[in-house]
């Protein structure tokens, strides 16, 4: 007895007009029979809590064997506490369905076997399985389950349902060689036992050499040594009635000219030849030998191959005696093409992340690259990509390859790398660039290499809402309480950096004082003129005043006078009566060598002048009076050197 549980999942939901269908097959072979499975493919689809599961949509088996069809199926709570009805049919019409136990061509051949599964998801999974024994080929057909909850709207069917081919064995013998050109002997020679359907590895084969059993119970076995003249056959065991055709191990020979690499586009034969008796004909295949057939005749001709011909290609020789196939690889060869350049990942680019470069072409023999920088050769080998483990501002920049063989050459079209990353340093200036005084204008100007271009904003120190913004701040009419530090502030998404700028502005008078000043100037002159032109005409009436040399005793006289404090008295009077006079004592005479020396040493004495005002209601003062102390007199006080004495 032969039991085959294959399970897969493909779980399909849909829900319409509140009708859920889903179902799911396994298939189980019994002894009376054989069950193949075609290709199973796992999918998952749930919608809302509903679901079901398949483990493939077609089940190929042979006539006799029994087949399991098993259907895993759930609900949500929330559309009642269990199944009242659960079944599978084939037939429908009008939203009728025929239970397939009701079906009288399925009479006492079919089974239901429904039971919870035990796994939570939303409510109780459950499983029911579909039994067909003594398969007809009557029973192929689209198989579908369906069930009903306690709630009157909950009514599900599974789609697409599952395809059950049930047919004979139909089984073919294929040779292969472990050499695939003419003039090479074989090391090996394998045959295998094919069938339409694929059945599982574990079934057993009946091998036939030339009418009789012999050799292993595997689907394919190996030959180190056969007789050309020897044929082979095979069955699956209890189907001995349903045997291949017989072949002959002894391959055609299978030949291409020309000989040696094929170039793109170079015209091509491939040539079959076989020894058999009657002469045999001859069918090519791609890649297979139950592929579509390519052709008939002992020749594949190929006018302008192309790299899409590449493949393995099979010919087939047969006559009434047998079947054989010999298979040979066809590489065709040709230059680079389309070359292009992707980067990973494709988003941006952020300064210090890690990127990779990578050229792709289509050659063959494979491609050797070369890399290139705005045309500067970067790499070159046969590694297709290029490598940034930590991307920097200055790897910004068009990049492109070339891909080259011994058969061509090709460039890609270029790539820009943009590379993001927040502001640098800001640099900041003042326009202009000499003393800043009030009133004029000025431009402080702020710029940063950033990508993108950054944003700027102009801040004073010490305070927190922002001056301006843009890359140049303009001040109009500046004053001095514009002086202080400014700092510039770059931002984009990448991130921010300021710098400070020191600004000093100079004070100036306001123009009424610049009046002053320049009508002052001219009058300062005038005065300076006059007094030196006074003190000019002063020293010569002085001079003309000195006493003559030969009077000695004046001279000592006056030199001891010298040495004493000296007082010159000017008093002013509102009444024109009062007399105004002064004393005036005029400079020391020359002197005699004997007296310099003594001289030098009185420089430091000082000379007293006194002004006297007297208004109109003073009594006159007696000459006895005018020795004492009057609080009315002012003094002021030259000194007056000795060298000045001498030159007088």
């Known amino acids: 007895m032969y039991v085959i549980y294959l399970q897969a999942c493909f779980i399909i939901s849909e829900l319409t007009h509140r009708e859920m269908r889903g179902a799911a097959w396994s298939l189980t072979a019994a002894a009376s029979g054989l069950v193949v499975l075609l290709l199973t493919v796992p999918v998952i689809q749930s919608q809302n809590g509903w679901g079901v599961t398949y483990t493939s ?246 006018s302008s191959i192309q790299s899409s011909d590449s493949g393995q290609y099979y010919c087939t020789a047969e006559n009434m005696l047998g079947r054989t196939s010999a298979n040979i690889s066809i590489n065709v060869k040709y230059g680079p093409k389309r070359a292009s350049v992707s980067v990973s990942p494709p988003a941006e680019i952020v300064d210090g992340s890690s990127v990779t470069l990578t050229c792709s072409s289509d050659a063959n023999p494979a491609a050797n690259y070369t890399w290139y920088k705005e045309n500067q050769t970067l790499l070159q080998g046969p590694e297709r990509n290029y490598y940034f483990t930590s991307i920097s501002s200055e790897d910004r920049g068009n990049y492109h390859c070339k891909s080259e063989n011994q058969y061509g050459l090709i460039y890609s079209s270029s790539l820009s790398i943009d590379v993001q990353y927040g502001p640098k340093l800001p640099s900041v200036s003042v326009s202009p660039s000499a003393e800043i005084v009030e009133g004029s204008s000025v431009n402080l100007t702020c710029s940063s290499d950033a990508n993108p271009a950054a944003n700027y904003t102009w801040y004073k120190e010490n305070e927190d809402s922002p001056k301006a913004s843009g890359q140049i701040f303009t001040i109009t009419d500046i004053r001095a309480e514009h002086s202080g530090n400014y700092y510039c502030e770059a931002q984009n998404r990448r991130g921010r950096q300021n710098s400070t700028l020191h600004l000093t502005v100079v004070a100036v008078f306001p123009e009424t004082w610049k009046s002053v000043i320049i009508g002052t100037i001219p009058a300062v002159f005038l005065v300076v003129v006059w007094l030196s032109i006074f003190l000019l005409i002063r020293k010569k009436r002085t001079s003309k005043q000195l006493p003559e040399p030969g009077d000695g005793s004046d001279n000592r006289e006056q030199s001891e006078e010298r040495d004493e404090l000296h007082y010159a008295s000017i008093h002013f009077s509102t009444n024109q009566t009062d007399p105004v006079y002064s004393n005036i004592r005029p400079a020391g005479l020359r002197k005699h060598e004997g007296q310099e020396e003594e001289e030098e040493e009185d420089n430091d004495k000082v000379e007293y002048a006194a002004v006297k005002f007297n208004s109109a209601s003073t009594p006159p003062r007696t000459r006895g009076q005018e020795t004492g102390e009057d609080p009315d007199a002012c003094y002021s006080t030259v000194n007056k050197t000795a060298e000045f004495n001498r030159k007088l």
């Open 57 to 302: 949509t077609q089940i190929c088996a042979l006539k006799g064997s029994t087949v399991e069809i098993r259907c895993s199926y759930r609900y949500p709570s929330t559309n009642g506490d269990g199944v009242k009805e659960a079944f599978w049919f084939t037939k429908e019409s009008n939203n009728v369905y025929v239970d397939l136990k009701m079906d009288l061509e399925y009479s006492d051949r079919v089974q239901f076997d429904c039971k919870k599964k035990g796994v939570q998801y939303h409510s109780e999974n459950k499983d029911c399985t579909l039994r067909i024994s003594d398969l007809r080929q009557s029973d192929s057909a689209v198989y579908k389950f369906r069930f009903r909850t306690d709630d009157s709207t909950g009514k599900y069917t599974g789609l697409p349902g599952v395809t059950l081919l049930v047919a004979d064995p139909q089984l073919q013998v294929h040779v292969r060689r472990s050499t695939v050109r003419s003039h090479q002997q074989p090391t090996w020679t394998e045959l295998t036992c094919h069938n339409k359907c694929q059945l599982p590895d574990h079934y057993s084969y009946i091998w036939y050499k030339n009418g009789q059993k012999f050799g292993d119970k595997k689907v394919y076995f190996h030959l180190d040594l056969f007789n050309p003249a020897d044929n082979y056959s095979c069955a699956v065991s209890k189907y001995e009635m349903f045997p291949s055709p017989s072949v002959y191990v002894k391959l055609p020979s299978v030949s291409v000219s020309p000989s040696g690499d094929l170039m793109e586009g170079s015209s091509v034969n491939v040539t079959c030849s076989s020894d058999a008796n009657p002469a045999a004909n001859y069918s090519w295949y791609k890649n297979n030998l139950v592929s579509e057939r390519l052709s008939e005749g002992p020749q594949l001709i190929f």
